[in-house]
């Protein structure tokens, strides 16, 4: 499919899509529950499908009724009678590489192309420190293979430079495992509102989990007994940040509801930004309002340590700004779905948008000649929606090409965008 986009101004009101990263962690945690847990409105995305059908194969009894999802499993993953395939889900192959060391068998998990790039070491290292036997390709990444039955309770030391998941995925694990354990971390933890949001998870069931202040040291005493629950999916920060920048940048208004006021999501954030660069916004419990003010934004900087999956709506925001604006914290981008950094540098700038990039930064520059080009989003969801908004104040066209990929995190992009106003066509691609 090819979305072809051009020039709109965006207008509406949206229902944000559920969180990704919170419909993830209520999977994983019903399968760690003995009983049944329900989870209503979850993300029916790509990503979080991946995680649905690992857990079934590791022994969770699914029904699905509506927006509802009910999750039945006896507390203990079993090992799969086939290969996990995660797809493209990062976050399902690497908390679930350390659950499947629960199961008493071997758990093999690979993925496609793009996952097969993303480094495990860390996370196979801290395992096998903690009694687990497991194996990876030469280049110790997918496909994984993992024995289970062996983990022990104790001290593993993992660094939380790289990715919060292999934090998440201990965390998980430790919590079912008899014994006190601690995880520390030998450099400062990235996006820390991740291990927040499964540390919310794992106290919702009744999992208790000590933090150190700095966020260097966790320790857990099991096995926990977990509790199973009913909840209901927030909406996701990360995919309203487009429609955010998207009304920012065409002077346009959006009022985007089921955004909690006090949500631990990482991607938050966006409020702040949108505030700095001049923006009008109105905030309530459960819903932002968004006014642009067009041609009229300030330059803004912003470290992504803890936001990565901003950087490509940040980077269309900045381009729409007087002057440059500075993201820091992207070198670990190089490591997503594509390489973002140089996804981002490369189609902007075939829309007259000038990026310079270093080694953990990036500066964008402002420009008042945005115009239409085809755009190679290479595989990436978020690539695809940030030059998707970024087309909406070009002149002429622009045409998405494999514009199905937004399927891994929001399959509905499209459908809502042109709800907003936006001119949006969609084709086969030949």
């Keep these: 499919m090819i979305a072809i986009i051009r020039k ?7 229902n944000a899509p559920p969180s990704k990263s919170q419909t993830h962690r209520f999977y994983i945690a019903a399968m760690l529950s003995a009983g049944e847990s ?10 979080t499908k991946a995680t649905l059908d690992a ?3 590791m022994g969770c009894t699914v029904t699905t009724e509506k927006s509802t999802v009910r999750i039945l499993s006896d507390g203990a993953p079993k090992p799969p009678e086939d290969i996990v ?4 889900s990062g976050t399902t192959l690497r908390i679930l590489t350390a659950v499947s060391s629960l199961a008493p068998g071997m758990t093999i998990l690979t993925g496609n192309k793009s996952l097969k790039r993303r480094p495990m070491h860390p996370l196979l290292n801290a395992l096998k420190k903690l009694g687990v036997v497991c194996y990876s390709a030469p280049n110790e990444k997918p496909p994984i293979a993992v024995i289970g039955g062996t983990i022990k309770a104790g001290c593993v030391e993992i660094g939380g430079d790289l990715s919060s998941q292999y934090v998440s995925g201990l965390l998980f694990t ?3 495992v008899n014994g006190k354990s601690n995880i520390r971390l030998t450099t400062p933890l990235v996006s820390k509102p991740y291990v927040d949001m499964t540390i919310d998870v794992l106290r919702m069931c009744n999992v208790n989990v000590y933090v150190s202040e700095n966020y260097r040291l966790f320790e857990l005493n099991g096995p926990a007994n977990f509790k199973p629950f009913r909840c209901v999916v927030e909406g996701d920060y990360s995919s309203a940040a487009m429609f955010i920048v998207a009304a920012a940048i065409t002077g346009g208004k959006v009022r985007i509801n089921n ?11 966006i409020i702040d930004v949108i505030k700095a660069v001049g923006c009008q916004v109105e905030i309530g419990n459960d819903y932002i309002v968004v006014k642009g003010v067009l041609d009229a934004l300030e330059p803004f900087e912003f470290d992504a340590t803890d936001s990565p999956d901003l950087v490509p709506p940040l980077a269309v925001l900045a381009s729409s700004c007087r002057g440059a604006s500075t993201i820091k914290g992207v070198s670990r981008l190089r490591f997503k779905e594509s390489d973002r950094v140089e996804a981002l540098t490369s189609q902007l700038s075939k829309m007259g948008v000038k990026i310079e990039t270093y080694d953990d930064c990036m500066r964008v520059y402002g420009s008042s000649k945005i115009k239409g080009a085809i755009i190679n989003p290479y595989g990436d ?6 030059c998707s908004v970024m087309a909406l104040k070009a002149e002429g066209e622009t045409v998405i090409r494999d514009a199905s990929c937004v399927k891994k995190s929001y399959p509905e992009f499209f459908t809502d965008l042109a709800k907003l106003g936006a001119q949006v066509e969609l084709r086969r691609q030949l």
């Design 38 to 47: 329900v989870i209503e409105r979850p993300s029916i995305c790509s990503d």
């Design 259 to 269: 955004l909690r006021r006090d949500s631990l999501q990482a991607d938050k954030a």
């Design 55 to 57: 857990i079934k194969r």
């Design 381 to 386: 969801h978020r690539i695809a929606m940030a």
């Design 174 to 176: 430790l919590a079912k």
């Design 8 to 14: 709109s101004y965006i207008d509406g009101v949206l």
């Design 85 to 88: 395939n995660c797809h493209g």
